[in-house]
């Protein structure tokens, strides 16, 4: 079986344009097991603590229309909802699912915006143990 590890951010354009690159391997349905993974950022408590903001934050929107098109289509999926530095989460997720690759939905950013906001792609593609694919909705749109 080849895992793969669909990371979403909640924009709906940008997921679906993941789960199309799923969907258009060959076999998919027979060879493909996917894991949604979706990672909010830790929030600090007003005593200083950490909130699990898995137990009260709900997988986004577009995080459930991926996992109800695979079921679909007959893919073999199941969707995660983590909190944390998003990249390492991802990186971690994949480890975890002893992943074959990890699929992440990229957006344009200026050089200066990279450099002060950074990138999530950006460091799991130079820090990720698999092969890792970026999409790109510009590309997937047709006229």
Known sequence: MFT???AT?????RVMAQVEAVADYPCA???IEVLIVNVAKEIQSDEGGKINIEEYADMPESASNALSFFQ??????????RSGDPAEEI???ARDADANQIIL???KRSPVGKAVFGSVVQKVIFDAECPVLTTNIEVRRVS
């Open 4 to 6: 793969v590890v669909l």
């Open 72 to 81: 679909s289509e007959g893919i073999t999926a199941r969707a995660e909802q």
């Open 9 to 13: 951010d909640g924009h709906k354009e």
């Open 91 to 93: 990186i971690r997720a």
């Open 29 to 31: 349905s027979e060879e």
């Open 105 to 107: 939905g990229g957006r």
